[in-house]
């Protein structure tokens, strides 16, 4: 009798979308992945070095502020990307380096997938000679690539795409107090048939969210006011939402596997210990972790 009860009241809906229940689930998470061998890239500014003309012209006095300011934010940054990959793989390896250093890092560690790290600045503040020889690099690697926000903006300047504010402004109009996505927003997956989204097909599985298996959509934590124009070239388009047209997408050609995410796709392992701030937050998502462990795995396929 308790049985046909208690089957009877897990049939009932829920007077909410995709079924939310009204308790959380207890989640632990299975490595499912070997081993991986994965270079992290720093792409925030640290020296005066990493800076252009403009910047010195723009910041003066500010300069030592601002950089203080992004190697803090690129501690974090860099720390969450390894968090994933301690938490998915079962024997990981992972180094990390400054953006200026990628060509020289991948042939001294031999890594199976690189991931790049977000930005804080505008790339005209950047070392015009490292933008430069990021580009060389990015469009020659045969190496598997996830690019995380400011770094998707920087894969989609490298192929050409511009960026603009998230209102349609050149960047150097509005530097400031731009309109921003920010905290745990929607996108719409605009074509699910790409292996990143493996399992979204089998109803029966319990890894991707109602959500997601029944409309599409992921959950992300977003952080930026830049967006990169269109798709570029040789790219095919993967998610977008309203404010912001290309929030992912891929380049499957020429013995290439790049992944660019405009969100956060790292930040779903935030502890819930931490204080929330714009950088640290309780994580209420574990989409972005999925798709990182799909990347790994087609890393790890990938030749």
Request: charged content about 25%.
């Amino acid at each position: 009798m308790f049985d046909a009860v208690r089957q009877t009241a897990v049939r009932e809906e829920l007077p909410f979308p995709y079924g939310n229940r009204t308790f959380c689930l207890y989640e632990p998470i299975e490595k499912t992945i070997d081993s991986a061998r994965v270079l992290i890239v720093n792409n925030l500014l640290r020296y005066e070095s990493d800076l252009s003309p403009l910047a010195h012209e723009e910041w003066q006095e500010s300069i030592p502020s601002r950089l203080r300011f992004e190697r803090k934010v690129s501690g974090m940054a860099t720390n969450n990307i390894a968090q994933n990959v301690i938490r998915l793989v079962r024997s990981p390896k992972s180094t990390t380096v400054h953006l200026s250093e990628i060509a020289r890092a991948v042939a001294d560690f031999r890594p199976e997938a690189i991931v790049l790290s977000g930005t804080f600045s505008d790339f005209d503040y950047y070392n015009p000679d490292h933008i430069e020889s990021f580009t060389e690099f990015i469009h020659k690697t045969k190496i598997p690539v996830l690019a995380i926000c400011g770094a998707h903006q920087l894969v989609g300047v490298a192929f050409g795409s511009e960026l603009k504010t998230l209102d349609g402004l050149e960047l150097h109009e509005k530097r400031t107090d731009r309109l921003v996505e920010y905290q745990y927003r929607f996108v719409k997956i605009t074509d699910r048939s790409d292996p990143i989204f493996e399992g979204i097909d089998d109803t029966m599985s319990g890894v991707w969210q109602d959500y997601t298996k029944e409309s599409d959509v992921l959950r992300v934590w977003q952080n930026h006011g830049v967006q990169v124009m269109g798709v570029p070239e040789g790219f095919h388009l993967l998610a977008s939402s309203y404010l912001c047209r290309n929030q992912m997408m891929v380049k499957r050609s020429d013995g290439q596997m790049i992944y660019c995410v405009q969100f956060h796709l790292e930040k779903s392992f935030e502890d819930w210990s931490k204080n929330p701030t714009r950088w640290e937050h309780p994580n209420e998502s574990r989409d972005g972790r999925i798709l990182f462990e799909n990347f790994l795995k087609l890393a790890k396929q990938h030749r």
